[in-house]
């Protein structure tokens, strides 16, 4: 059974969403401040963890910094604000989707089925290890190098970067990754994969005016780079 994590201040949302995934049989626990979410995502180690911006405490955004310390759990975020900024805000910290306010719970309830039944992205499923270049992908330990060195991804950004170099030299869209990645059924904004490669390419340390490894392909998406 699923365990799900659901972060809001507000008691009627909270009962709602918590409401609609039991009966999903989904495993369910609630925090209702910034510090109780920290504690309880390391104390139960859930699967998925909704979690709203605006906490008493300390809000998500520093919730979700300080809980990506410790944990690559896949995180929602849920807004009120529908600006931008705050999106990305989240989003650059961490997290994996966001939801703005007010949302059906039946949307939020599929987000997590979607997320729970991803496939894992790759080229060849008989190949654990890619080497191209400095770059090396183990899919048996979900780690990467460059040069021999550790790159800590988290488990969305490595499958992100498991489906690019599944096929290096290749041009993805945005919406072939989001399938790939996300899964078929996601709701969200595609722009949300601009989002992710760039937090991939600042921990690979890769320049996207002159990228080693993941190149932009303007108005279509993303490819990896064959080493000449």
Known sequence: MARILVVDDEPKIRNIVTSYLTKEGFDVSEAEDGPSAVAKAERLEPDVI???VMLPGFDGVEALRQIRTKSDVYVIMLTARSEETDKLIGLSVGADDYITKPF???ELVARVKAVLRRSRPGG???SETVTIGDLTLDRATRTVTTAGTAVDLTALEFDL???LVGAPGR???RGQLIEKVWGWDFFGDERIVDVHIRKIRQKLGDNPTDPRYIATVRSVGY???LPP
Do not use: C, G
């Open 124 to 126: 060849d499923a008989t």
């Open 161 to 163: 970067l498991d489906a």
């Open 50 to 52: 909704i979690l709203d």
């Open 171 to 173: 041009v993805y869209s």
């Open 223 to 225: 490819r990896f780079i």
């Open 104 to 106: 059906s719970a039946r």
